[in-house]
């Protein structure tokens, strides 16, 4: 008995360590990630709370308040009253002061952070002598996770379509010969890459459209933007990533190379795009590498629009990011692209 | 007037070998014209070049007189050896795709009923046996109503009943004043089905004619064939005698010469053969190996 388990353990464990892409991916990736992750989070420690000065002064030095010598909090210079009691009301800020002539702060009753800011508030004003600003509460709960990170999800949906739907399967055609079939009509590549680019937009799109609105029927999300600039805003990423994925499809044989490739750019595109934590406070080198990830833009965009309420004209830089992008791309597919 | 296509000294390498070596023939409007020859001496790299999927290193191919455009697309069919259609489509929607890929098309219920797919219609084409799939894919060849069929291999993999089914579905088109090349290493199909052929060997051409003519012009008319045990051992071999593979050949052109020599010799005819010599003997007299390995 111990012969024939032996026989097939020892063909199984070869054609393991054969498999280099296997092998890769089973040893080198966790590796990747460890150092992936201790260069993320290698920044410095980031402050502990939010707060935000109004002062007609833009000069930090100039506002004056004993709060101000507060270590581990990042004041933060605002000078549109209402856009920052609006950030109040949604826990992006802590505390809100006024050092001006009237001498007010705001605070959300709901907010942990807000609590325990206003409580060192106190102390510094306590031992300062000087007299401490009128309070004024907002009230706003506080974004639960779900909130935050669905719009990444969708977007790492839409790449994960995107990529597989129509880079994998692409080459996977060249590999079998459809494509050669094809070669042999008069359709041309660029006619059939649209023909792949527009199938998947629709696809990606009714995907989207499905599980926002399913998910939203049991977890009732927070939309404070337009349903329509949303819409544009993942349209303009699809664009992007489906091109991404021609681009690599475009000259690659075998469905084994494609995946390693498709997967080198989806992880690194998941975990350094903000879908999971904010990138906010991170290493600096992380943060940079960030910034040049489509991804990253896409869910920025439909955060803005869906948790800050962001119209079409505030997500235009990166709606046009994102499509010029992906024409591009898309343009460099069809120069690239090969039939066998 | 001018051929309707033809190839001007073809080349073509790939990394250390020399598919195609300097090849040229032409065909002529309303022939079937074969390119025989065994695994690996180039013929589907030469279809390559002249349906205008690979480009040659040098050489040049020419339809009606013209230089290859993307016009040329529009008025020839190809089937492929081996090739895949797009999965979870039935065969009427693979006909159908591929007819709106092209300008004209030919009258697909006419099609049908040709390449008899009548009862397979709603198959998902995953599911097809290789005969129906080579009359599927024979007729998405057609479907764009072309002058020129290119077929490479189209019986290979099949069985003797659907070779000889496909036979017939050739010759029909070919009735219709269809111009078809195809490429084969079954001597019997090139010796039915083709006008001319050509036999390629390791990239270049060895041989050109209409299969009765070369098989006329190298090989005598009749061949003998008997085990060499059956010959008595003290009598030598006559001249027109070689032996073979455990085999005794006798070539004569006239068979009543044979059977003179065969009596007289005294040698045991009871797994005696007799046969007209085909272009599986021409391939081997020619080359020295046999058509298929």
């Known amino acids: 008995m111990w012969r024939r388990i032996v026989s097939i353990l020892v063909a199984r464990n070869r054609e393991f360590y054969r498999d280099r892409a296997g092998l890769g991916w089973n040893i080198i990736m966790p590796v990747v990630f460890v150092f992936g992750f201790a260069l993320i989070f290698s920044g410095e420690p980031q402050d502990m709370f939010k707060v935000g000065i109004l002062s007609s002064q833009q000069d930090r030095e100039l506002a004056q308040s004993p709060f101000m010598d507060t270590k581990h909090i990042d004041f933060i210079?605002?000078?549109?009253?209402?856009?920052a009691i609006a950030k109040i009301e949604r826990h992006q800020l802590d505390l809100l002061m006024d050092t001006g002539t009237s001498s007010r702060y705001w605070i959300n009753e709901y907010s942990q952070k807000g609590y325990l800011a206003e409580r060192l508030m106190h102390a510094a004003y306590a031992e300062s002598s000087q007299p401490l600003p009128q309070r004024q509460t907002v009230s706003g709960k506080a974004l639960r996770y779900v909130d935050w990170v669905l719009p990444g999800i969708l977007a790492m949906n839409m790449m994960f379509s995107c990529f597989w739907g129509v880079g994998w399967v692409i080459v996977r055609y060249r590999k079998n010969g459809v494509l050669r079939r094809l070669q042999a009509t008069p359709l041309s590549a660029f006619e059939f890459l649209t023909a792949q680019v527009l199938s998947r937009?629709?696809?990606?799109?009714?995907a989207t459209i499905v599980v926002y609105a399913g998910a939203d029927l049991f977890l009732d999300f927070i939309m404070r933007g337009s349903y329509l600039t949303l819409f544009i805003v993942y349209i303009a990423g699809a664009m992007c990533l489906i091109s991404m994925g021609l681009i690599i499809a475009a000259r690659l044989r075998t469905e084994e190379l494609a995946d390693g490739l498709l997967n080198i750019f989806s992880w690194p595109m998941l975990l350094l795009s903000g879908v999971w934590f904010s990138m906010e406070g991170t290493s600096a080198a992380a943060q940079f590498l960030s910034r040049l990830m489509p991804?990253?833009?896409l869910v920025d965009a439909a955060r803005a629009v869906m948790i800050d309420g962001a119209g079409l004209l505030q997500v235009l830089p990166q709606i046009m990011m994102l499509g010029g992008t992906g024409l591009l791309l898309l343009l460099i597919a069809a120069k690239l692209f090969r039939w066998d | 007037m001018t051929q309707l296509l033809e190839a001007?000294?073809?080349?073509k390498t790939f990394p250390g070998v020399r598919a195609v070596d300097g090849i040229s023939f032409d065909v002529t409007r309303g022939q079937c014209f074969g390119l025989l020859g065994p695994n690996g001496a180039g013929k589907t790299t030469t279809m390559e070049i002249l349906e205008g999927i690979t480009r040659p290193l040098s050489g040049q191919v020419l339809y009606q007189g013209r230089a290859l455009d993307r016009e040329y697309r529009e008025d020839i069919g190809i089937q492929f050896q081996s090739t895949a259609l797009q999965d979870f489509q039935t065969v009427q929607e693979s006909l159908v795709m591929f007819t709106r890929l092209y300008r004209e098309s030919a009258d697909i219920a006419e099609l049908i009923e040709l390449c008899n797919l009548d009862d397979i219609l709603h198959r998902d084409t995953r599911k097809l046996s290789g005969g129906q799939r080579q009359r599927l894919l024979?007729?998405?060849?057609?479907?764009?109503?072309?002058k020129l069929v290119f077929l490479d291999e189209p019986t290979t993999g099949l069985d003797p009943q659907a070779r000889r089914n496909f036979w017939g579905l050739i010759e029909t088109v070919l009735q219709r004043g269809k111009t078809v090349i195809l490429t084969t290493h079954y001597m019997e199909e090139a010796q039915r089905l083709c006008d001319d052929i050509v036999i390629v060997d390791q990239g270049r051409i060895i041989a050109r004619g209409s299969p009765g003519t070369l098989v006329k012009q190298h090989l005598p008319a009749v061949i003998a064939r008997l085990p060499a045990q059956a010959w008595p051992g003290d009598t030598p071999l006559p001249d027109n005698c070689e032996l073979r593979n455990g085999f005794i050949e006798m070539f004569a052109d006239e068979e009543h010469r044979l059977l003179e020599q065969l009596e007289s010799s005294g040698a045991n005819l009871g797994d005696l053969?007799?046969?007209?010599?085909?272009l599986e003997d021409l391939f081997l007299k020619l080359t020295g190996h046999a058509l298929r390995s």
Request: proline share 6%; hydrophobic share 55%; charged share 20%.
């Open chain 1, 77 to 83: 210079m605002v000078n549109d009253e209402a856009d």
């Open chain 2, 273 to 278: 053969k007799i046969e007209s010599p085909n």
């Open chain 1, 295 to 297: 991804l990253t833009h």
């Open chain 1, 201 to 206: 937009l629709a696809v990606v799109l009714v």
């Open chain 2, 138 to 146: 024979l007729a998405i060849a057609l479907v764009n109503d072309p």
């Open chain 2, 8 to 11: 001007v000294d073809l080349v």
